[in-house]
DNA sequence: GTACGATCTAGAGTGCACTCGAGGTCAAGG
DNA sequence: CCTTGACCTCGAGTGCACTCTAGATCGTAC
């Protein structure tokens, strides 16, 4: 088995888009919020060249966007990518920070369900008991 | 121990705002969005006059919004109440449904969680085994 | 050399769920 | 009475995260 995964390989614009499930649009849009932990490349013609991490990085994104993140912190995270090394601690602090977000929202969406659930289960009950389920 | 809760007691807009945690704006929002069992009555002068049990019905969205329901999904859920009974096994699809998307989304956060805290410790390894925590 | 699909920029538009403002009315205290 | 604070309606404004448009350019395939 020799490494499949070929680090050099870049991707346009529309590649990147396709693989990582998002637009075209959405790219660019981040690009100018400063999601990016680089400057992107581009051909002679002006054309974006991503390189092949960057498919890594937007997978990161996602996972922080479905969570709740806000453009805000991503670009915060980003800053600090960009910034270089020397700033590990302060990365930790922003993920550790969401990771307790993340628990909270956890815990909010099981009493959620307990509440809904509990409501479902007094309308099923009723229905039973008239024969009508 | 006799009963503690006034059934009959009434709530003006900003009682019921300030004990429901909401804004008065919020409640004239909703009242247009179609969002009550059962239209809001008023005094002679047009003064909203909430009923007692206004309260559980608002906690009740409440939860549901923080699970992320749409607000078209209240307005369902609240007609099919402002209809009155017969409609139960519908209301309970509605609930039901909800739960499954509950269901679903605490997934989704369980999944970021595990992406970011293996992020997380990462740089936390490498900031241990350099000394820097 | 030209057709045509992908890409470029700048900026406007969208959808959601509120949130606020203007201008006026109501009702309890003094 | 008169003041004052809570309330009324209608409509405009806000914040977020895209999403789309227009009009131009690039680059591969005939």
Request: proline letters at 3%; aromatic letters at 6%; one cysteine or more.
């Amino acid at each position: 088995m020799e490494d499949v995964i070929d680090t050099t390989r870049t991707f346009s614009i529309g590649e990147l888009a396709s693989l990582a499930g998002v637009s075209v649009h959405t790219l660019r849009w981040y690009e100018a919020e400063g999601l990016f932990p680089r400057d992107v490349p581009r051909t002679p013609g002006g054309r974006r060249v991503y390189a092949h991490d960057t498919l890594a990085w937007l997978a990161l994104l996602a996972r922080l966007r479905e969570s709740g993140a806000p453009i805000a912190v991503l670009r915060e995270y980003a800053a600090l990518v960009r910034a270089g090394s020397g700033n590990e601690a302060e990365r930790l602090a922003l993920l550790r920070a969401h990771e307790r977000s993340l628990d909270a929202q956890i815990e909010t969406l099981i009493a959620c369900r307990q509440v809904i659930s509990a409501k479902a289960d007094a309308y099923q009950e009723a229905l039973l008991a008239r024969g009508l389920l």
